[in-house]
């Protein structure tokens, strides 16, 4: 099943074949393009090799088209975007912004899937009952 995924702000398309395309900073403002893979749960990407950064590292993810800070209001820590499936129903994705932490969650309404082996790090703040 293919998935759009979109810029909170401009709905933008992120998705470009079988990659997410994200601009990306770290906080030494060194950036560079980060593709993933669109599969929640898959933590694969790719990167230029000049662009590097540590395991644990916070990395700020924005739009590649209107350069809007994609981070969560949710937490700090956690990215957002936005994933539409073929019947145009659109769902909250949060990621973790952690170099090598893999924590996801797909959130509709009031129901949530969590993906990735560090995903209770966040739990107890994504409130199901507001959307940001």
Not at 34 to 42: T, V, Y
Not at 49 to 76: N, V
Not at 100 to 106: D, F, H, L, R, W
Request: aromatic letters at 12%.
């Amino acid at each position: 099943m293919d998935y759009d995924f979109l810029c909170p702000k401009c709905k933008g398309h992120l998705r470009v074949g079988n990659k997410i395309i994200f601009t990306t900073k770290t906080k030494k403002w060194k950036g560079g393009l980060i593709l993933m893979h669109p599969e929640l749960g898959n933590y694969k990407f790719e990167h230029h090799p000049s662009f590097s950064f540590e395991e644990g590292q916070q990395i700020d993810f924005y739009c590649p088209i209107c350069m809007d800070k994609l981070t969560s209001k949710r937490h700090d820590n956690l990215a957002k975007v936005i994933m539409r499936d073929e019947n145009r129903v659109e769902c909250e994705i949060l990621f973790s912004r952690i170099a090598g932490e893999k924590s996801t969650y797909k959130i509709i309404g009031e129901t949530m899937e969590v993906f990735g082996e560090q995903s209770s790090t966040y739990i107890d703040y994504i409130n199901l009952s507001q959307m940001f």
